[in-house]
C-alpha cells in the first residue's frame, strides 16, 4: 500500500508485528510500519468485525489502535517504534481484566 521515499540506512530497529520481525526507521510512528505492510490494517470493529486501519495519524480518531508489548488500545500513530517492540493487530472487542 506505502512505501518509504528514502533508505532509512543504518537508523534501523526491528519490530515484531503479528510475531514477525519487520525493519523500521528509528522514530518513525507504529501506524506508518503498519501501513506498509501488505495487510495495512490495524484492528477489526467490535461489532462486524471489519478492517480499519489509520486514518488521521494525529491522534484524533482512534482508528489505529494496536496492542503494544501486551497493551491494548495503544494510538499507533502517536506510538514511535523502537527495537524489539512487539506490534499486535486487535482483533474485535477488547477483553477488559477484573
Not at 533508505?7 to 510475531?19: E, F, L, S
Not at 528509528?26 to 467490535?46: F, H, I, K, M, Y
Not at 495503544?74 to 517492540?85: E, F, K, Y
Amino acid at each position: 500500500m506505502f512505501r518509504k521515499l528514502h533508505d532509512p540506512g543504518p537508523a534501523t530497529v526491528t519490530v515484531h508485528i503479528d510475531g514477525r520481525p519487520v525493519r523500521a526507521e528509528a522514530g518513525e510512528s507504529v501506524a506508518a510500519v503498519l501501513l506498509r505492510q501488505p495487510e495495512g490494517w490495524n484492528r477489526t470493529t467490535p461489532v462486524s468485525e471489519s478492517r480499519r486501519a489509520p486514518y488521521c495519524m494525529m491522534g484524533v480518531c482512534f482508528e489505529c489502535l494496536v496492542e503494544v508489548d501486551g497493551q491494548g488500545s495503544v494510538q499507533s500513530c502517536l506510538t514511535p517504534v523502537r527495537d524489539g517492540m512487539s506490534v499486535t493487530r486487535q482483533q474485535g472487542r477488547r477483553s477488559l481484566s477484573a
